[in-house]
């Protein structure tokens, strides 16, 4: 089997059992082994070393005084036997870190951290982005507050008391081929020449199939005749989870963007191993989408074929 999405995977025992146990985040706080994962303004703490990138860890005694108070911080689990929490350091305009360490935009340093850390931090920016845009009650407005180690945002108005929950939100992610070629878009402030897979969010009363066929259609003017299901991947950017397909369509099919695309073609393998177009960031979906149908037909995989042009290398 082929490893999961970056992002996704068994990473951490979210341990939810403690999530309404005070005894248990007591005793996971005075833990020495107890980590935090500060995340400021939608960034992450990493750490640069020569070896590498890492997640950006600090130790909860040490990050008390700088990280806001625990009542506040969001309980991850539990990484490699580890308690881990999150917490928001937006309010701090300059955190204080360890010389090696900043906050940066995961979706630039992903590719650059393990996979299981790179989750991790996936996990504890969705999280706080959450926490962030639920500090009101969506019925009658009122503050709210944090319960469940931070997984529930509880009303504060007695008569009202209603609870939020983390919330993701889903879309499509499609590869559609007429066997020979795929079919891949742009958008007008992505960098020149990048293409990538065709996405878009599933609306109310619509079905995962049906959103495939509906933002094809919408977008490039392709009718799908046949969908399969391929993966699924977290993108916490800011809480979405991108549910990939792929698609087949007629090869005499015409492809003709909407508003929200500047251009859409169909491209063979020979066109992606000439370096155009440039293809997704490697920790995507929509280039393992891509990567899996040109594999498929090629001697050579595209990971390994000169003059492949990404957008954003994953070192491995």
Not at 96 to 121: C, H, I, K, V
Not at 151 to 158: D, F, I, L, M
Not at 212 to 228: D, F, H, I
Not at 254 to 280: N, Q, Y
Request: glycine content about 8%; some cysteine.
């Amino acid at each position: 089997m082929r490893p999961p999405n970056v992002f996704a995977g068994p990473y951490v025992d979210r341990a939810a059992r403690l999530r309404k146990d005070p005894e248990g985040i007591a005793a996971a706080l005075a833990d020495p082994r107890a980590r935090l994962l500060p995340v400021c303004e939608s960034r992450n703490l990493v750490r640069r070393t020569p070896q590498g990138w890492t997640a950006g860890f600090v130790e909860v005694r040490s990050g008390q005084p700088v990280h806001g108070l625990p009542e506040d911080w969001i309980l991850l689990g539990h990484f490699h036997g580890r308690p881990c929490f999150a917490c928001d350091t937006s309010h701090d305009p300059s955190p204080a870190t360890a010389a090696d360490m900043s906050f940066e935009d995961l979706r630039r340093t992903a590719g650059l951290l393990p996979d299981d850390e790179a989750g991790l931090l996936a996990y504890a920016r969705a999280m706080v982005s959450w926490r962030q845009r639920s500090r009101h009650c969506g019925a009658c407005g009122s503050p709210t507050s944090s319960t469940s180690a931070g997984h529930v945002a509880r009303c504060s108005n007695a008569s009202c008391s209603v609870e939020q929950f983390p919330r993701i939100d889903p879309a499509i992610i499609v590869l559609v081929t007429d066997g020979e070629r795929a079919l891949l878009g742009r958008q007008a402030a992505w960098p020149a020449g990048r293409y990538s897979t065709i996405a878009g969010f599933v609306e109310p009363g619509e079905s995962l199939e049906d959103a495939v066929e509906r933002e094809v259609l919408e977008e490039t003017g392709v009718a799908v005749q046949e969908s399969r299901y391929h993966s699924s991947q977290p993108w916490p950017f800011p809480s979405s989870l991108m549910i990939g397909f792929t698609a087949t369509a007629s090869a005499a099919a015409v492809a003709k963007p909407d508003e929200e695309l500047e251009d859409v073609r169909w491209f063979t393998r020979e066109d992606i191993a000439s370096g155009f177009p440039g293809l997704p960031l490697p920790q995507s979906v929509s280039f393992r989408l891509i990567e899996d149908w040109y594999d498929a037909g090629s001697s050579l995989p595209l990971r390994a074929t000169p003059g492949v042009r990404l957008w954003g290398q994953r070192d491995r």
